[in-house]
Every structure is written in C-alpha cells, then in structure tokens.
C-alpha cells in the first residue's frame, strides 16, 4: 500500500501562489496516477488534477485550467500541484490520493481513488 502525506498549505492573498507536495512512501511502484482533491466546509470533495506516474501525462478540472500545473519527482517520490492566481473559492482542504485501477484514467470520481492523505488547509483571503 502507498502512504500519502500533503503539504505546502496556507494562507494567502486572492492572486498570490501556493505549491503543495503530496509525498508517497510505501509500495509506490505499484502507483497509477496520482489526484488532487479538494473540499471546502459543507461541499463534496471536488477534483483538481491528476498525473500518471510513469508518463507524466496529465488532466484537470475546467475551474483550475490556466491557474494550476501538475508536476511529479520520481525521484523524491513527490507530486507538487503549483496554483496560481489564487481566488477565495480556492479555498478548501486539498488532498492527495492514488488512482486505483489504470484504467479509470480520466475520471474524476472520489470514489475511484485511495490511500488518501490527512489533507492540507488552502486559505484565499479577498
């Protein structure tokens, strides 16, 4: 099984930038993709983005096109999802997960994804 574990969360002004790392320990080897999520109070977990481990290739939500990027390190075994030109409805929870059947690729169901970390805080203020 992989671990998952976010980081990068904060607090900044509607524009600013934030990167968040999603790093994986454990049986990474046996990765797919891996998603971004988010959540914010009283909304369903959203999708963000996704990467394949191995290709690179990627897909996004239309709200984030042209904001965010999704980059991967094999190396460091870490996913970072770069935002930019943040706005208050950014705001959320964001969460990182592992893709558990390859051939789900394309899918933005939470329900397709697993070994989700605890999640990281994203404050836009206005």
């Known amino acids: 099984q992989v671990q998952l574990v976010e980081s990068g969360g904060g607090l900044v002004q509607a524009g600013g930038s934030l990167r968040l790392s999603c790093a994986a320990s454990?049986?990474?080897?046996?990765?797919?993709?891996v998603g971004w999520f988010r959540q914010a109070p009283g909304k369903e977990r959203e999708f963000v983005f996704a990467?394949?481990?191995?290709?690179?290739?990627?897909y996004y939500a239309d709200s984030v096109k042209g904001r965010f990027t999704i980059t991967r390190d094999s190396a460091k075994n870490t996913v970072y999802l770069q935002m930019n030109s943040l706005k208050p409805e950014d705001t959320a929870v964001y969460y990182c997960a592992v893709l558990l059947e390859a051939f789900r690729w394309g899918t933005q169901n939470p329900s397709d994804f697993g070994s989700w970390g605890q999640g990281t805080q994203v404050t836009v203020s206005s």
């Open positions: 454990g049986r990474t080897f046996s990765t797919n993709a």
């Open positions: 990467i394949a481990w191995n290709t690179g290739r990627t």
